[in-house]
Nanobody
């Protein structure tokens, strides 16, 4: 089992910045990649960003590319999502997720084995 705990959410003004953190514990040696997903009220969950744990390769949704940055600290077992220039449409509950394999690809939430409880991000205009 892998446990994930998100933190860092809150209220931020459009154009500001916010950093989300995800603390991982448990069988972290089995993790192939980490991802961030989000879900806004009345909408489906959507992919935001992912990073391969070993190589650090990163992947982004087109809607956040150039504004958000995903990173990981292997020594601390932490994953981060730096949100720069957020927009009101970025308002959502953000979830950290971990996958042990590539069965569905990193952009598909069905491929993730473990999920955090989520952290609310609200961007005011």
């Amino acid at each position: 089992q892998v446990q994930l705990v998100e933190s860092g959410g809150g209220l931020v003004q459009a154009g500001g910045s916010l950093r989300l953190s995800c603390a991982t514990s448990g069988r972290t040696f089995s993790v192939y990649a980490m991802g961030w997903f989000r879900q806004a009220p009345g909408k489906e969950r959507e992919f935001v960003a992912a990073i391969s744990w070993s190589a650090g390769s990163t992947y982004y949704a087109d809607s956040v590319k150039g504004r958000f940055t995903i990173s990981r600290d292997k020594a601390k077992n932490m994953v981060y999502l730096q949100m720069n220039s957020p927009k009101p449409e970025d308002t959502a509950v953000y979830y950290c997720a971990a996958t042990e394999g590539l069965g569905y690809g990193l952009r598909d939430g069905h491929g993730y084995d473990y999920w955090g409880q989520g952290t609310q991000v609200t961007v005011s205009s």
